[in-house]
């Protein structure tokens, strides 16, 4: 059937779209034209109708073709002829890198097995793949207020479901690790429990991985309460024969007497092969701790704001003289009323990683003695307001003699202009300097907008770096700088930074300069153009340059890892970069 595709002519057509208002007779004469054309009209819409499905029918048929064709092209994929061996390292490969596989079915190594039933049983008999484990200990429902005693009964029955099913899961992750060693750490999100329960969820966990104790070798627990302190804490040494690194942390005040000095002799510190210590807000002085100082060669002890037990300068002074092996040290140092008049002298011949916080007045004498001649690398972060009277520890601890420092991290804001200068002096060999930021709680965060020189250090650090012929040049083997500016409210300008690019690359150094949170102008860009003045070092000199703009919406979001600070290497390690500006 054919149809007409122009509109119908009627004696009205005239008068269509105008205000013309028809009399009774044209109103009937009306009504029979659209009578006429309603039959052409029902014909045509069914006609639509017949050939719609048609459509739909004929797409479905393709759909239908289609997948069945993409079915048999992944049967050739060369991904399916990959033997087991070489699936497996890839399986490897998927684990994360900075925690151990988290027990979840959207995370690896479990998403693995929901592939197909080859992926699964490679997966599953991959030992390897199940011997590194965080576990999220859940948290027990609350009640707030009155509330229904058969509503309270399902959400507990709800809750010790789920507990079962999780460790039943957990029992079966260890199966699958087989005899290799493991590496586990468990966070308990339950802080609620008052100190008289003695079932909290985290025991009958520490029963099913401590059921697997003499495979561990590395250990990292929570602890927040009287019943999982003490069970840690009376744990024997025998247990753990292959535990090399173990970290915990007290999250939790304990106000048992009994219970805090039952931490003074505990076992689980005199395993044999423990060398990694991390104590976390322990809430016992480490002068009395019954440890075998003498084994371990990384240290971490963190307390700065603790509300159970602040890490002081006694404590460090214990590290310091007792540890002759120490590699690395991580350590949070608070001010002592009380501190000795006088520190005996300590070596540490092997420590080569250092990273202090410290609001302690004394650590410039605790240093005073100190033999460490192969430290290469330091983070200092002070929290105490700087002052022209009150010299930096800092100075003596870099002062220290047959010292070749590599990388220096700090806090420039709570350095005076005259104590960076002479930091920069003692240091002519330093490789790396990197200004890390303010941090949050400090004294300063409240003071700064009250400090009119704070915000300009940034500018004073790139113009005292800065080649220039009234000055003598500092740190002359610098090969790269990292500014972090996203939480320090510094301000630092386009022309200052391209200066100091330019002072360091005429002068012959080669070097990288990375500047995070560099502000930028409400146009969404710097106000010099980099590549444009920047061409000929580009050319002549090979200079890499990337510009990344920070987001002032994730100014507040950023994190960064507080423990692998001193491992993230800068990009102009590779001879054919001479400078890499990241802004």
Same mark, same amino acid.
């Not at 988290?102 to 390897?128: F, T």
């Not at 430290?375 to 520890?393: A, E, M, N, W």
């Not at 890499?544 to 987001?551: D, E, F, M, T």
């Given at each position: 059937?054919?149809?007409?595709?122009?509109?119908?002519?009627?004696?009205?057509?005239?008068?269509?779209?105008?205000?013309?208002?028809?009399?009774? +007779?044209?109103?009937?004469?009306?009504?029979?034209?659209?009578?006429?054309?309603?039959?052409?009209?029902?014909?045509?819409?069914?006609?639509?109708?017949?050939?719609?499905?048609?459509?739909?029918?004929?797409?479905?048929?393709?759909?239908?073709?289609?997948?069945?064709?993409?079915?048999?092209?992944? %049967?050739?994929?060369?991904?399916?002829?990959?033997?087991?061996?070489?699936?497996?390292?890839?399986?490897?490969?998927?684990?994360?890198?900075?925690?151990?596989?988290?027990?979840?079915?959207?995370?690896?190594?479990?998403?693995?097995?929901?592939?197909?039933?080859?992926?699964?049983?490679?997966?599953?008999?991959?030992?390897?793949?199940?011997?590194?484990?965080?576990?999220?200990?859940?948290?027990?429902?609350?009640?707030?207020?009155?509330?229904?005693?058969?509503?309270?009964?399902?959400?507990?029955?709800?809750?010790?479901?789920?507990?079962?099913? !999780?460790?039943?899961? %957990?029992?079966?992750?260890?199966?699958?690790?087989?005899?290799?060693?493991?590496?586990?750490?468990?966070?308990?999100?339950? !802080?609620?429990?008052?100190? !008289?329960? %003695?079932?909290?969820?985290?025991?009958?966990?520490?029963?099913?991985?401590?059921?697997?104790?003499?495979?561990?070798?590395?250990?990292?627990?929570?602890?927040?309460?009287?019943?999982?302190?003490?069970?840690?804490?009376?744990?024997?040494?025998?247990?753990?024969?292959? %535990?090399?690194?173990?970290?915990?942390?007290?999250?939790?005040?304990?106000?048992? !007497?009994?219970?805090?000095?039952?931490?003074?002799?505990?076992?689980?510190?005199?395993?044999?092969?423990?060398?990694?210590?991390?104590?976390?807000?322990?809430?016992?002085?480490?002068?009395?701790?019954?440890?075998?100082?003498?084994?371990?060669?990384?240290?971490?002890?963190?307390?700065?704001?603790?509300?159970?037990?602040?890490?002081?300068?006694?404590?460090?002074?214990?590290?310091?003289?007792?540890?002759?092996?120490?590699?690395?040290?991580?350590?949070?140092?608070?001010?002592?009323?009380?501190?000795?008049? /006088?520190?005996?002298?300590?070596?540490?011949?092997?420590?080569?990683?250092?990273?202090?916080?410290?609001?302690?007045?004394?650590?410039?004498?605790?240093?005073?003695?100190?033999?460490?001649?192969?430290?290469?690398?330091?983070?200092?972060?002070?929290?105490?307001?700087?002052?022209?009277?009150?010299?930096?520890?800092?100075?003596?601890?870099?002062?220290?003699?047959?010292?070749?420092?590599?990388?220096?991290?700090?806090?420039?804001?709570?350095?005076?202009?005259?104590?960076?200068?002479?930091?920069?002096?003692?240091?002519?060999?330093?490789?790396?300097?990197?200004?890390?930021?303010?941090?949050?709680?400090?004294?300063?965060?409240?003071?700064?907008?009250?400090?009119?020189?704070?915000?300009?250090?940034?500018?004073?650090?790139?113009?005292?770096?800065?080649?220039?012929?009234?000055?003598?040049?500092?740190?002359?083997?610098?090969?790269?700088?990292?500014?972090?500016?996203?939480?320090?409210?510094?301000?630092? /300008?386009?022309?200052?930074?391209?200066?100091?690019?330019?002072?360091?690359?005429?002068?012959?150094?080669?070097?990288?300069?990375?500047?995070?949170?560099?502000?930028?102008?409400?146009?969404?860009?710097?106000?010099?153009?980099?590549?444009?003045?920047?061409?000929?070092?580009?050319?002549?000199?090979?200079?890499?340059?990337?510009?990344?703009?920070?987001?002032?919406?994730?100014?507040?979001? +950023?994190?960064?890892?507080?423990?692998?600070?001193?491992?993230?290497?800068?990009?102009?390690?590779?001879?054919?970069?001479?400078?890499?500006?990241?802004?």
């Amino acid at each position: 059937m054919t149809y007409c595709t122009m509109p119908f002519i009627s004696p009205f057509t005239d008068v269509l779209r105008s205000n013309f208002f028809p009399s009774p +007779l044209e109103i009937g004469a009306i009504n029979q034209e659209l009578a006429d054309k309603s039959f052409q009209l029902d014909a045509l819409s069914d006609e639509l109708k017949h050939l719609q499905e048609q459509l739909d029918a004929k797409m479905a048929a393709l759909d239908v073709l289609t997948s069945s064709i993409d079915d048999h092209l992944r %049967l050739l994929t060369p991904f399916r002829g990959l033997p087991d061996d070489i699936l497996g390292e890839i399986f490897a490969c998927c684990l994360p890198t900075r925690h151990g596989a988290i027990m979840h079915r959207n995370e690896p190594p479990l998403v693995l097995g929901y592939v197909c039933k080859r992926w699964r049983s490679v997966a599953y008999n991959m030992p390897r793949l199940w011997k590194t484990l965080h576990i999220v200990i859940p948290k027990a429902p609350e009640f707030e207020g009155p509330i229904d005693e058969d509503i309270r009964t399902e959400l507990n029955l709800t809750f010790n479901r789920y507990m079962s099913e !999780h460790q039943t899961g %957990l029992a079966a992750w260890l199966a699958r690790s087989k005899s290799c060693a493991l590496s586990v750490s468990m966070h308990d999100l339950d !802080h609620s429990w008052s100190s !008289h329960r %003695l079932s909290p969820p985290a025991l009958s966990y520490f029963g099913t991985i401590f059921g697997v104790a003499s495979r561990i070798r590395h250990l990292e627990i929570d602890v927040n309460q009287r019943a999982t302190s003490g069970y840690v804490a009376a744990l024997p040494a025998t247990m753990f024969p292959n %535990l090399s690194s173990l970290s915990i942390t007290f999250t939790a005040r304990l106000e048992n !007497h009994n219970l805090i000095n039952s931490w003074k002799n505990a076992s689980i510190f005199k395993a044999s092969r423990l060398k990694w210590l991390s104590l976390l807000q322990f809430p016992h002085s480490f002068d009395n701790i019954n440890i075998d100082w003498s084994n371990l060669t990384l240290i971490v002890a963190m307390g700065l704001t603790s509300n159970v037990r602040k890490v002081d300068v006694y404590d460090a002074l214990t590290i310091f003289t007792n540890c002759p092996r120490l590699n690395e040290c991580d350590i949070e140092i608070a001010h002592s009323r009380t501190a000795p008049t /006088t520190y005996p002298s300590f070596h540490l011949k092997y420590l080569h990683t250092l990273s202090i916080v410290s609001d302690c007045k004394q650590l410039g004498d605790l240093f005073q003695g100190a033999d460490i001649p192969n430290l290469q690398y330091l983070r200092f972060h002070s929290r105490i307001i700087p002052s022209y009277h009150l010299r930096s520890p800092l100075l003596v601890i870099l002062s220290r003699p047959s010292m070749r420092l590599k990388l220096l991290a700090i806090n420039i804001e709570f350095f005076t202009l005259s104590d960076l200068v002479d930091c920069f002096q003692l240091v002519p060999w330093l490789k790396q300097f990197s200004h890390d930021g303010h941090l949050e709680h400090s004294p300063l965060y409240t003071l700064q907008y009250h400090m009119p020189v704070v915000p300009k250090m940034v500018s004073a650090l790139l113009h005292i770096l800065t080649p220039a012929a009234n000055h003598p040049l500092y740190l002359p083997n610098l090969t790269s700088i990292n500014i972090e500016i996203v939480k320090s409210k510094m301000i630092v /300008t386009d022309m200052e930074i391209l200066n100091f690019v330019r002072g360091r690359l005429e002068g012959g150094s080669k070097f990288a300069v990375y500047i995070r949170g560099l502000p930028i102008s409400a146009r969404g860009r710097t106000c010099v153009d980099f590549d444009a003045v920047m061409g000929d070092y580009i050319a002549d000199r090979r200079l890499s340059l990337k510009l990344n703009y920070a987001n002032p919406h994730e100014a507040d979001t +950023l994190t960064y890892p507080h423990r692998a600070w001193h491992y993230h290497h800068l990009e102009a390690s590779s001879p054919s970069v001479v400078g890499v500006l990241y802004l």
